[in-house]
């Protein structure tokens, strides 16, 4: 009779954005054992809310499947001596497979073994399988908690195994395994029995715990869509953060909350990036695009006096507001242009001087490329006055506290300075793109200052001898390679980037003798994202 397996981690709260593939991990290595097992089963989902993983196997066999293999063994000839007695290669193969000599055949001049693995008990194989699934998880980062050598993403609380209603013994870190889970932290019991497998989800649910992301995401969606429709608004929408917000609630009520009108003063970026960035709130539009004082945000937990957590997330966002303001008028005392001076103070990378330091090698680079590319004449002015005022964002208050708003608020403050839009959207543009999917520079100046600026840092920090190695990339190389690649290939320049490379470790006083290993690594680099 087939029988559903339920087997649940209870942990301290874990980072958002380590779930999605925690839970993708959870499902593969619960499949590939029970496959490598030979225990069939009907599904396999996983389940994950922040302060818990959970695995749900449905229609799992009582055991496994008789095994049957046929192992080729010596040549006959070998195995058996001119009066047909078996030598000592036949005895020992048989001995191995676990056969008597006589049990073996004789096909196509080679001897075989024929032997059955009887199955085993769905029981006994998922005692052995579920610690395994514990340490077998990988973590951006673990945890270590008390004196213990485990180690998890999370401390672990509580641990969940049923087969069916039977609990399958499973140990770690000093927690044992039972049929109680916990509900949710403040609207949920202690404690919860869980009867079956079959009844985790509905139990959970009873106890203020949504525990299908899926349905949760969909639920929060829908919640949000309602609100704006009710205000005449459109959400700004963005799906990573939908993600984020899926899994750092456990029951999901959204609430529409609101800043005063001066605000709307500030450019939009000022006001949208602590909203979603540092506040998780989604920020609204009315119907031609234009940011309303309001927004929107998800509690975890009931609508009860859900007008106080709105208060709350208000007093919150109008702190992290009046800290944009402030920046943006303080900021605003002096043009880009006269925060050149500045980039002296801030280091670009140990030993290879300071962001003016940079600034100067991007403007020479810049010129080579230009030739390289046969960059026109108006773009070539835009990019050098860009070039000049690239950096210069680094050194106001706004993105010292937003550091997510570089070239962002020096684009807005080139055009507050009364730059031509051309000048400012290449400063934007050189930061592009930023990640993986994200959009491309459309500007000439744009595409040139991107591509600059990341030869620049990739042949800076190769000449340190920091090249990637492994999962190991601080300083990104990989994806502004992938990025200078994905802006070549979008654009109708047929240029080698070698005299690039070698004009910028002349520009960073690259030892001769070291300059042409240097640029063969730079080349293998290059190639092989290309390839990959």
């Known amino acids: ?56 196997v449905k229609g799992l066999a009582d055991t496994s499947a008789e095994i049957s293999e046929r192992h080729k063994g010596p040549s006959a000839s070998i195995a058996y001596d001119a009066d047909g007695n078996a030598t000592k290669a036949a005895i020992g193969f048989a001995r191995g497979k676990g056969l008597d000599v006589a049990d073996l055949v004789i096909e196509d001049g080679y001897i075989y073994a024929e032997t059955k693995t009887a199955g085993v008990s769905a029981k006994d194989i998922v005692t052995d399988m579920l610690p395994q699934l514990i340490t077998g998880l990988n973590f951006p980062k673990s945890m270590h908690w008390g004196n213990l050598d485990a180690k998890f993403v999370r401390p672990v609380r509580w641990l969940v195994a049923l087969l069916d209603e039977e609990v399958i013994p499973v140990e770690f870190a000093t927690v044992k395994s039972g049929n109680v889970t916990r509900g949710h932290r ?95 709130y989604f920020p609204l539009v009315d119907q031609n695009g234009k940011l309303l004082p309001m927004f929107l945000t998800v509690r975890n937990g009931s609508d009860h006096s859900i007008e106080v957590v709105q208060a709350g997330n208000e007093r919150v966002l109008r702190a992290r507001l009046d800290d944009a303001k402030f920046f943006f008028n303080e900021d605003r005392k002096k043009p880009l242009i006269d925060r050149q001076d500045g980039l002296t103070k801030i280091v670009f990378q140990e030993g290879l001087g300071n962001l003016a330091d940079k600034t100067e090698r991007l403007l020479k680079l810049g010129r080579v490329f230009g030739e390289e590319c046969g960059l026109h004449e108006d773009a070539a002015v835009v990019l050098e006055r860009a070039t000049e005022l690239a950096k210069t964002d680094l050194t106001t208050g706004m993105v010292t506290e937003f550091t997510e708003l570089q070239g962002v608020m020096g684009k807005e403050y080139a055009l507050l300075d009364g730059e031509s839009p051309e000048v400012a959207e290449a400063i934007f543009e050189q930061y592009l793109p930023r990640f993986a999917g994200d959009v491309l ?14 030869v620049d840092n990739i042949v800076a920090t190769f000449s340190r001898g920091l090249i990637p190695t492994g999962s190991q990339d601080p300083y990104a190389l990989r994806r502004q390679t992938i990025g200078i690649l994905n802006i070549l290939l979008g654009s109708e320049w047929n240029i080698s980037l070698r005299p690039i490379f070698k004009a910028s470790m002349e520009l960073l006083n690259v030892a001769a003798d070291k300059q042409e290993e240097l640029l063969n690594q730079v080349e293998e680099f290059f190639t092989l994202r290309l390839k990959n």
Request: contains cysteine; negative net charge; charged residues 25%.
């Open 441 to 454: 520079p459309q500007t000439e100046a744009g595409k040139v200052l991107s591509i600059i600026d990341k």
């Open 186 to 280: 403040f609207l949920g019991a202690d404690e919860i029995t869980i009867k079956n497998a079959a009844s985790y989800v509905d139990t959970l649910k009873e106890n203020f715990v949504m525990v299908d992301q899926d349905a949760r995401r969909e639920l929060i969606s829908k919640q949000l869509h309602d609100i704006a429709a009710s205000k005449n608004a459109s959400i700004v929408w963005d799906d990573d953060l939908l993600e984020e917000i899926n899994y750092l609630v456990e029951w999901p009520t959204a609430l529409c909350g609101g800043f005063e009108e001066s605000y709307l003063a500030l450019p939009d970026a000022a006001i949208i990036t602590p909203m979603k960035d540092h506040q998780r």
């Open 1 to 56: 009779m087939a029988k559903d397996l339920l087997f649940e981690i209870g942990a301290e709260e874990i980072p958002a954005g380590f779930m999605p593939h925690i839970l993708g991990q959870l499902k593969q290595l619960a499949e590939t054992k029970l496959n490598d097992a030979h225990l069939p089963f009907e599904s396999i989902a996983t389940y994950g809310t922040p302060r818990r993983l959970a695995l749900i």
